[in-house]
């Protein structure tokens, strides 16, 4: 079929040009005079995306689920306690994954839609009298509902029951698309993988770990090797990583961090806010609602929209791909025939997001979802015009 494939599922994204040809660069010798500068720098540009002035950046090859297992390998020794807020699919991933490492695992679930429960993790924090729970694990963007929880509120809920525990936090479709705070928030350690906002193919973990979480790392006992943070932070001094990195998206990672300084991160934050409006405009068009229960919390990088009972998921994924070039995700766990997940992270514009409007509603239409082809694409473009016209003039 002629003309572009649009990939908009929740990750990996679109990779811009000039990212792509910085990956074609040649090779350098990962322990040669070439590496220092470029960990120093890739160092300085990601500790601006977490918004941190002390965090240690550790890098090492893998995906964010990798990420994830080098957050709690570190953090929880083998029989500790391991708090989990879960809200979706990632945050049960987070409790399935201490549960694998041999933590202790401790679940508090909200249902589906709502964001992580500080409230209830007050609870549990507060009732821990001894202080065995020795980390909080939380979703910041949970990918699989289309919900972005209040990190901030988490940590609160922590320091007002006077609890030590370290707060880990998966922000991996987060970074880079949704507002975050490292340092203010109080997060001890910040997962992230390159394929989603850093807008680079899969295949680097990243990580961002306070002083606390340095310190539990040197004191855990958790047999590890490949996420073993020692290591990279002993290291650190003579700018080299302890493994072969992957040098190609380290290039590439360069320019992505470039890119975002020369937009301005306040801007990126923006650009996905508005984009993700304009497509929640559309989803209201079409009479239809988000995974999201509350508007307030709707993500910026992924929206979830649910499904009448007669129309099946699966189908109009099916459709998008074969009739439209287009690339939807689908519902996981109990929404894998319910919704459709639209990603609209990355490197991505109005014109864009239109389209990939457009296309979702002819495939919804195909399915026999009861809508008026045409009501959602000019509800997106209305919102994203309403930047230039104002919304009076439309």
């Given amino acids: 079929m002629a003309g572009r494939h649009f990939l908009q599922i929740p990750g990996p994204t679109n990779i811009p040009d000039r990212v792509q040809r910085a990956m074609e660069r040649r090779l350098i010798n990962h322990r040669g005079d070439d590496m220092p500068p470029l960990l120093a720098d890739l160092k300085t540009g990601l500790r601006r995306l977490f918004s941190t002035e002390t965090g ?3 890098l090492s090859p893998g995906s964010g689920a990798g990420a994830m297992e080098s957050s709690l390998v570190n953090a929880v020794g083998p029989g500790e306690r391991l708090l989990c807020l879960a809200n979706g699919y ?3 991933l987070y409790a399935e994954l201490g549960r694998r490492l041999g933590a202790d695992v401790d679940v508090v679930e909200a249902p589906w839609g709502h964001a992580a429960p500080a409230d209830l993790a007050y609870r549990r924090l507060a009732a821990d009298r001894t202080h065995a729970i020795r980390a909080v694990a939380m979703v910041h963007n949970e990918t699989s509902t289309g919900v972005t929880s209040d990190v901030g509120a988490v940590r609160a809920a922590i320091d007002a029951a006077g609890h030590p525990a370290l707060l880990l936090v998966d922000t991996i479709s987060g970074l880079a698309c949704v507002d975050f705070h490292f340092d203010e928030w109080g997060v001890d350690v910040a997962v992230c993988g390159s394929q989603k906002g850093l807008m680079l193919p899969p295949g680097l973990a990243v990580v961002c770990a306070s002083e606390r979480a340095v310190a539990a790392a040197r004191r855990v006992t958790t047999p590890r090797s490949f996420f073993d943070w020692r290591p990279v932070l002993e290291m650190a001094e003579t700018g080299m990583l302890p493994t072969t990195p992957p040098t190609s998206l380290l290039f590439g990672l360069q320019e ?5 300084e020369e937009e301005g991160l306040a801007e990126v934050i923006a650009r996905h806010g508005r984009l993700a409006a304009a497509v929640r405009e559309a989803v209201a068009a079409w009479d239809l609602t988000t995974v999201c229960a509350d508007p307030r919390l709707a993500s910026s990088s992924i929206t979830a929209v649910r499904l009448p009972e007669h129309v ?3 189908a109009v994924l099916r459709l998008t791909r074969e009739h439209l070039e287009l690339e939807l995700g689908s519902g996981i766990g109990p929404l894998q025939h319910r919704a459709v997940r639209i990603g609209h992270l990355g490197w991505l514009n109005e014109l864009e997001v239109t389209a990939i409007v457009a296309g979702t509603e002819i495939a919804l239409a195909m399915a026999g979802c009861p809508i008026a082809v045409g009501g959602g694409v000019a ?7 309403s930047r230039w016209l104002g919304a009076g003039a439309i």
């Fill in 312 to 314: 099946d998921g699966q």
């Fill in 90 to 92: 990632f945050g049960q």
């Fill in 256 to 260: 992505s961090l470039r890119m975002f």
């Fill in 56 to 58: 240690e950046i550790i």
């Fill in 379 to 385: 509800a997106c473009q209305r919102s994203l015009a």
